[in-house]
Nanobody
Framework: QVQLVESGGGLVQTGGSLRLSCAAS????????VGWYRQAPGKQRELVAF???????NYTDSVKDRFIISRDNAKNTVYLQMNSLKPEDTAVYSC?????????WGKGTLVTVSS
Protein backbone atom coordinates (compact mmCIF):
# COMPACT_ATOMS: atom_id res chain seq x y z
CA GLN A 1 0.00 0.00 0.00
CA VAL A 2 1.38 3.37 -1.01
CA GLN A 3 1.37 6.13 1.59
CA LEU A 4 2.67 9.68 1.48
CA VAL A 5 2.77 11.49 4.80
CA GLU A 6 3.50 15.19 5.06
CA SER A 7 4.76 16.85 8.21
CA GLY A 8 6.43 20.04 9.32
CA GLY A 9 3.64 22.54 8.92
CA GLY A 10 2.69 25.03 11.57
CA LEU A 11 2.32 28.67 12.48
CA VAL A 12 5.21 30.97 11.67
CA GLN A 13 5.68 34.72 11.49
CA THR A 14 6.38 36.60 8.29
CA GLY A 15 10.00 36.11 7.33
CA GLY A 16 10.29 32.83 9.14
CA SER A 17 11.16 29.38 7.86
CA LEU A 18 9.69 25.90 7.87
CA ARG A 19 10.80 22.61 6.44
CA LEU A 20 8.12 20.27 5.18
CA SER A 21 8.70 16.56 4.77
CA CYS A 22 6.97 14.06 2.52
CA ALA A 23 7.78 10.56 3.70
CA ALA A 24 6.76 7.64 1.53
CA SER A 25 6.12 3.97 2.04
CA UNK A 26 5.21 1.40 -0.57
CA UNK A 27 6.78 3.44 -3.36
CA UNK A 28 10.25 4.64 -4.24
CA UNK A 29 10.12 8.41 -4.53
CA UNK A 30 13.39 8.59 -6.42
CA UNK A 31 11.94 6.65 -9.35
CA UNK A 32 9.51 9.38 -10.32
CA UNK A 33 8.74 13.07 -10.12
CA VAL A 34 7.52 14.38 -6.79
CA GLY A 35 5.65 17.63 -6.53
CA TRP A 36 4.68 19.87 -3.66
CA TYR A 37 1.30 21.53 -4.12
CA ARG A 38 -0.58 24.02 -2.03
CA GLN A 39 -4.14 25.13 -1.72
CA ALA A 40 -5.13 28.30 0.04
CA PRO A 41 -8.69 28.89 1.26
CA GLY A 42 -10.93 29.77 -1.66
CA LYS A 43 -8.22 29.21 -4.23
CA GLN A 44 -7.30 26.48 -6.65
CA ARG A 45 -4.52 24.07 -5.86
CA GLU A 46 -1.22 25.10 -7.41
CA LEU A 47 2.05 23.34 -8.04
CA VAL A 48 4.75 24.95 -5.93
CA ALA A 49 7.81 22.90 -6.80
CA PHE A 50 8.80 19.53 -8.17
CA UNK A 51 11.86 17.33 -8.32
CA UNK A 52 12.38 14.79 -11.07
CA UNK A 53 13.82 11.32 -10.75
CA UNK A 54 17.08 12.73 -12.09
CA UNK A 55 17.15 15.47 -9.50
CA UNK A 56 16.09 18.41 -11.66
CA UNK A 57 13.98 20.94 -9.82
CA ASN A 58 11.46 23.57 -10.81
CA TYR A 59 9.57 26.23 -8.90
CA THR A 60 6.60 28.44 -9.44
CA ASP A 61 7.67 32.07 -9.81
CA SER A 62 6.22 33.20 -6.50
CA VAL A 63 8.53 30.94 -4.48
CA LYS A 64 11.71 31.05 -6.53
CA ASP A 65 14.74 32.04 -4.43
CA ARG A 66 12.77 31.33 -1.25
CA PHE A 67 11.86 27.62 -1.38
CA ILE A 68 14.11 24.65 -2.00
CA ILE A 69 12.93 21.15 -2.83
CA SER A 70 15.24 18.24 -2.14
CA ARG A 71 15.19 14.49 -1.74
CA ASP A 72 16.85 12.02 0.62
CA ASN A 73 16.86 8.69 -1.17
CA ALA A 74 17.99 6.77 1.91
CA LYS A 75 14.99 8.07 3.86
CA ASN A 76 12.63 7.94 0.88
CA THR A 77 11.61 11.47 1.75
CA VAL A 78 11.22 14.71 -0.18
CA TYR A 79 11.61 18.02 1.59
CA LEU A 80 10.45 21.55 0.96
CA GLN A 81 12.56 24.14 2.73
CA MET A 82 10.55 27.35 2.90
CA ASN A 83 12.35 30.57 3.77
CA SER A 84 11.28 34.20 3.94
CA LEU A 85 7.69 33.12 4.35
CA LYS A 86 4.90 35.53 3.52
CA PRO A 87 1.24 35.59 4.55
CA GLU A 88 0.32 34.63 0.99
CA ASP A 89 2.18 31.34 1.49
CA THR A 90 -0.55 30.28 3.92
CA ALA A 91 -2.09 27.07 2.59
CA VAL A 92 -2.38 23.35 2.98
CA TYR A 93 0.71 21.82 1.40
CA SER A 94 0.51 18.35 -0.11
CA CYS A 95 2.97 16.11 -1.90
CA UNK A 96 2.19 14.03 -4.94
CA UNK A 97 3.82 11.45 -7.13
CA UNK A 98 2.43 9.74 -10.21
CA UNK A 99 3.12 6.45 -11.88
CA UNK A 100 1.50 4.70 -14.82
CA UNK A 101 -0.61 2.72 -12.37
CA UNK A 102 -1.54 5.40 -9.90
CA UNK A 103 -1.62 8.99 -8.66
CA UNK A 104 -0.65 9.32 -5.02
CA TRP A 105 -1.31 12.15 -2.60
CA GLY A 106 -0.67 12.78 1.03
CA LYS A 107 -3.28 14.34 3.28
CA GLY A 108 -1.41 17.59 3.56
CA THR A 109 0.05 19.79 6.25
CA LEU A 110 -1.17 23.27 7.12
CA VAL A 111 1.19 26.21 6.92
CA THR A 112 0.01 29.47 8.42
CA VAL A 113 2.10 32.61 8.09
CA SER A 114 1.08 35.45 10.36
CA SER A 115 1.66 39.07 9.42
Amino acid sequence: QVQLVESGGGLVQTGGSLRLSCAASGINLSSGTVGWYRQAPGKQRELVAFISSGGSTNYTDSVKDRFIISRDNAKNTVYLQMNSLKPEDTAVYSCNTRRLWGDYWGKGTLVTVSS
